[in-house]
């Protein structure tokens, strides 16, 4: 199964995440299908290539409890099934 999770990345202590596309048995920091976005928890910037992510939930990806969150506030569930309907 195909899921939407974060990938760390930066320096000790300054955590940053890219949100990617990968396959739920493979590792953290592992080689990720495709990078979809980015989160700096530090300060709460977001960038989301929405398209894309609109597209991997369509096709049975499944968010974490994080990125869901992430996604949530951008209104992009309201995308997909906006997407879904037409």
Known sequence: MIKLRLKRYGKKREPSYRIIAINNL??????PLEELGFYNPRTDEVRLDVPGIVKRLQQGAQPTDTVRHILQKANVFEQVSAKAST
């Open 26 to 31: 493979a590792r953290r920091d592992g080689r």
